[in-house]
Nanobody, 117 residues
Framework: QVQIVESGGGLVQPGGSLRLSCAASGSIFSIPLMGWYRQSPGKQRELVADIFLRDERTNYADSVKGRFTISRDNAKNTVYLQMNSLKPEDTAVYYC??????????WGRGTQVTVSS
């Protein structure tokens, strides 16, 4: 059982910044991959960014390239999502996904990000 704790969401004005954190703990042998997804009302959940913890390979949605940066702290099983130049269309619930060895994965409960003036 993997426990996931997300933090860092909130309300920010357009052009502002937020930093999300996702910490994983529990019955973890190894975590090859962690990432952030988001879902807004009426839309499907979509990948925002993910990172391979061993070699730091990253993958970003086109809509956030150049504005968002994902990073990791392997010692803490934690990933961060630095979000800059936020736009109203970034408003969504952001979910952390943790992939563990063997192919299983777990989702966090989500954290709300609202970009509005």
């Amino acid at each position: 059982q993997v426990q996931i704790v997300e933090s860092g969401g909130g309300l920010v004005q357009p052009g502002g910044s937020l930093r999300l954190s996702c910490a994983a703990s529990g019955s973890i042998f190894s975590i090859p991959l962690m990432g952030w997804y988001r879902q807004s009302p009426g839309k499907q959940r979509e990948l925002v960014a993910d990172i391979f913890l061993r070699d730091e390979r990253t993958n970003y949605a086109d809509s956030v390239k150049g504005r968002f940066t994902i990073s990791r702290d392997n010692a803490k099983n934690t990933v961060y999502l630095q979000m800059n130049s936020l736009k109203p269309e970034d408003t969504a619930v952001y979910y952390c996904r943790v992939v563990v060895s063997g192919g299983g994965h777990s989702w966090g409960r989500g954290t709300q990000v609202t970009v509005s003036s």
